[in-house]
């Protein structure tokens, strides 16, 4: 039993080695506050870098996948170029003084459009911020979904990892 105080947040603790050998430490402490447990895992260096090996190769496997967003054209797709044009009307949605854009005057035939009052934010703030870094707005939007692509599949094998073993979850 180790007795000690982060900021008087734990009254005391106790160190035990997790059942896998030397990859995990659990601190099992108790909350001054309401006493109630809780764990704390510190993971071991060969771990970070087994699952940097993992990220690696989820990256490789996924560039075969999004090697054909960075060709000379627009790839084939059936919305591509209407997530290029949101971003674009959020950006001069931004440069007019909307915080937060609602209003998208140049679609809908030119009549305008309220699109960002129901529509996700978060793609088209992103590609905002990737424009406002110098990108153009289709390279804005094909970085997004490239990141997307890899976020995915990285997502799924940290999923997979709570589930099964790490090879498996590859």
Known sequence: ???YSNRGI???ATAHKWKH???????SATNRSNSS?????IKNDSI????LIY???ICVIGWWGIKALFGGTFY?????????ARIAQYVIALQDGQLPPRWAGSLNGGFGSPIFVFSYPLPYILGACLHFL?????YSFKILIAGSFLLSGLGMFFFLKELFDKKSAF
């Open 10 to 12: 734990f009254r005391n």
């Open 21 to 27: 050998g030397n990859d995990f430490f659990t601190i």
């Open 1 to 3: 039993r180790y007795s």
């Open 55 to 57: 990220f690696f190769l």
């Open 37 to 41: 447990k809780e764990k704390v895992c």
């Open 76 to 84: 084939t797709s059936h919305d591509g170029y209407t997530h290029t």
């Open 134 to 138: 110098g990108f153009s707005f289709t």
């Open 48 to 51: 970070m870098k087994r699952l």
